[in-house]
Nanobody, 122 residues
């Protein structure tokens, strides 16, 4: 069984920074891509940033230049460094592990964490 757990959310003032972490655990052989999504109240879940096992990244336009995604493949961990935070970044941030090959589980599956709240005050 694979579990995905986020940490690092909290309350910060506008202009501040936070760093989110996400660890995927279990009998994992490999993970294709890991990413961060967010969902604000009354809105749909949206992509924030994603990184492949090879290090290719993609960002939402709204966070380019402010957020940085990074990954430690050996630890099945992904990070999201968030700088210059704005009130509109307030949301629950979810970690997604995509294309996970795990022992005894075929085909590869996607897994989601429970989410971590990020609140940016003005």
């Amino acid at each position: 069984q694979v579990q995905v757990v986020e940490s690092g959310g909290g309350l910060v003032q506008a202009g501040g920074s936070l760093r989110l972490s996400c660890v995927a655990s279990g009998s994992i052989l490999s993970i294709n891509a890991m990413g961060w999504y967010r969902q604000a109240p009354g809105k749909q879940r949206e992509l924030v940033a994603v990184i492949t096992s090879g290090g290719s990244t993609n960002y939402a336009d709204s966070v380019k230049g402010r957020f940085t995604i990074s990954r430690d493949n050996a630890k099945n961990t992904v990070y999201l460094q968030m700088n210059s935070l704005k009130p509109e970044d307030t949301a629950v941030y979810y970690c997604n592990a995509q294309g996970v090959f795990a022992t005894g589980i075929l085909p590869p599956l996607d897994y989601w964490g429970q989410g971590t709240q990020v609140t940016v005050s003005s």
